[in-house]
């Protein structure tokens, strides 16, 4: 495949993807093989907008704890 397929990574002075910093990274994990490719797994923190940013009382998405579960914990 052509090189401008694929996104440009750079891990020197954090990690930057086609020219722009990634930041607030949880976690990073790389594998590379012999086909001069990598698989970059990445995890970071985000404000999702129309989820993250959402009104109290907003009537298309509302998010209420149902009552059988107040006060009580959650074990996995």
Known sequence: MKDDYFNQIKIDNGLIVNEKKLKHLK?????????????????????VDGLDNLKENNELYSFK???EAKGKSIKG
């Open 65 to 67: 704890l149902k009552e």
């Open 27 to 47: 976690n990073v994990e790389i594998k590379t093989g012999l086909d001069n490719l990598s698989e970059i797994t990445v995890t970071f923190y985000g404000k």
